[in-house]
């Protein structure tokens, strides 16, 4: 590597073409004769180092050799010792695993029972002998006798039963009258008092169900009409109210929907919804469902109301930036304008008159010969290719 600090020479003259390229090769020249020595010399402090090591590794193997080769006279050529004497008696190794166990033998038939002999003397204690075989269960002793059964108790005597009372005579079923034609329903009168609740009459027999009459007409519904509100209307009739067609359950003066005094027919329609343009997406804004918003050359629909933010999954993409065009064919050349008037005659252009080296960094700085500096040249890069050339 060069060491030192920026140092300056002047070059000499040459003509305006070849200025640059002259000093240049110059400075290159001793910058490459530098580098050139430089590396000769570490090269050959690393091949003296490799010898020396080579050497020293050297003189180790042959050291461990010859103490090999010693050893294997001594074992080899060496005359048979005596016998050693006996060694002490080691310890008893420990005990080998236990047997597998033996087979169980069949068990013996039970001998007869003998008499029970005379009581002998009680003996001390003795030693508590290990548990023997479990014995096979004894045979079952024949059942005991039943005992008398015992008197049965007298039955408690039955209490009095009551005395039944005679039915009452049915009544008779009157016949039935014939059903008079309906009349038109008068306006509801004020309730009256209620009055006392009569005694029922006995139930008459059931009769005998009568014939099936004919299917009537196929029903209608009466004309529909607007709804009053100062009018009763009763029960079957159709009206208009609010948009929707209502029948009415029952006699009421009440407006439909309100309770449960009307039947809702056909209910009104709602207006339909249009796409609601709201320009450029703003996440300080509220979207509704179907509002459009522009962002990055696109529009999204929202999908639900509160979608967040855009795009995402609640945004669905309606238009997107269309592509370039083909470009188009080119045009007529124009007309040529009127030459302007010639400009007064320049200066002429520096020359370069020397080189400023920072060895360090490798950069030479052109000195021109208006006292000024020109670009640097970062040689670095040039160097480091020529020395992986050179390895």
Partial sequence: MFNGNSESFTAPPH????????????????????ADRDWERRRELMAAEARAAIAEISHQAIERIAAVERRLLEVCDGAPGRDGADGAIG????????GAAGERGETGQRGETG??????????????GPQGERGLPGEGGPAGLAGPQGAKGEAGAPGQQGEKGEPGTPGQAG???ERGAQGERG?????GPKGEAGIAGPKGDRGEPGERGQAGAMGSLPAAKAWKADCVHYQGEVVI??????????????????????ACLAAGGLDGRSLNIRGTFDGKEIYQALDVATLNGGSF??????????PGPNWQLLTKQGKQGDRGERGSRGEAGAQGPQGAPGKAAPTIVGWELDRERYVAVPVMSDTTKGAPLDLRGL????????Q
């Fill in 15 to 34: 003509e305006p073409d070849d200025a640059l390229g002259d000093a240049l090769h110059e400075a290159l020249g001793q910058i490459l004769a530098s």
């Fill in 91 to 98: 310890p008893p190794g420990p005990p080998g695993p236990a």
């Fill in 115 to 128: 008499a029970p002999g005379e009581n002998g003397p009680i003996g001390p204690s003795g030693v508590r």
């Fill in 175 to 177: 016949p039935k009258g």
């Fill in 187 to 191: 306006r509801d009168g004020v309730a």
């Fill in 241 to 262: 109210f609010g948009g929707s067609l209502w029948q009415a359950r029952k006699d009421t003066g009440n407006a439909p929907g309100a309770g449960a005094d009307w």
């Fill in 301 to 310: 629909v929202a999908r639900c109301d509160l979608p967040g933010e855009c």
């Fill in 383 to 390: 160097f480091e290719a020529y020395h992986a050339e050179a």
